[in-house]
T-cell receptor
Framework: LAKTTQPISMDSYEGQEVNITCSHN???????ITWYQQFPSQGPRFIIQ???TKVTNEVASLFIPADRKSSTLSLPRVSLSDTAVYYC???????????FGKGTRLHILP | DVKVTQSSRYLVKRTGEKVFLECVQD?????MFWYRQDPGLGLRLIYF???????EKGDIPEGYSVSREKKERFSLILESASTNQTSMYLC???????????????FGAGSRLTVL
């Protein structure tokens, strides 16, 4: 069964860079790594996706090492509004069964 | 600019009632999903569908059924609601699989169901 492992929670301070690492040891050759952000009482929203090396957009960066068994979401200079749950997603099944892990609850402190 | 619409934001039902949760997407996506979310348990997949009239069980299908008569609409049905089905229900859609797009889900705002 598909499985990703992330820290349950993290705290950081405003203005800091935050890195959240996800382990996905059984990732398949063609699988992409996708990250979502969820605020309370809302559905998750897509923030970034990558296959290898590094991807950057206006929200975050995603670092993927050569073996692709893990990935790191990097949020530059976080603010209070970045307090949310962050999910790492890797589709490991060919039948498109998309399974989310429990996510990382990020709490930004002033 | 709403792309995945869930019909009810909040519902209160009684044990034994039949409950319908409706979800409509306007992005012409092939895949649609129903998740439930409970504190400490994350998002759990109930059912998904990759085509009209097709459905596949997720991790926790017991007590639920689904219907997909049209591409844009995916309904979740609780035949006889129970208190342990009190939860936040989230609908999502994504494009056809075979590439990176299948992992990019667009979620609705959620439907919070309370069963008394």
């Amino acid at each position: 069964l598909a499985k990703t492992t992330q820290p349950i929670s993290m705290d950081s301070y405003e203005g800091q860079e935050v890195n959240i690492t996800c382990s996905h040891n059984n990732i398949a050759t063609n699988d992409y790594i996708t990250w979502y952000q969820q605020f309370p009482s809302q559905g998750p929203r897509f923030i970034i996706q990558g296959y290898k090396t590094k991807v950057t957009n206006e929200v975050a960066s995603l670092f993927i090492p050569a073996d692709r068994k893990s990935s790191t979401l990097s949020l530059p200079r976080v603010s209070l509004s970045d307090t949310a749950v962050y999910y790492c997603l890797v589709v490991l099944n060919r039948d498109d069964k998309i399974i989310f892990g429990k996510g990382t609850r990020l709490h930004i402190l002033p | 600019d709403v792309k995945v619409t869930q019909s009810s934001r909040y519902l209160v039902k009684r044990t034994g009632e039949k409950v319908f949760l409706e979800c409509v997407q306007d992005m012409d996506h092939e895949n649609m999903f129903w998740y439930r979310q409970d504190p400490g348990l994350g998002l759990r997949l109930i059912y998904f569908s990759y085509d009209v009239k097709m459905k596949e069980k997720g991790d926790i299908p017991e007590g639920y059924s689904v219907s997909r008569e049209k591409k844009e609409r995916f309904s979740l049905i609780l035949e006889s609601a129970s208190t342990n089905q009190t939860s936040m229900y989230l609908c999502a859609s994504s494009p056809l699989s075979g590439g990176s797009g299948a992992n990019v889900l667009t979620f609705g705002a959620g439907s919070r169901l309370t069963v008394l």
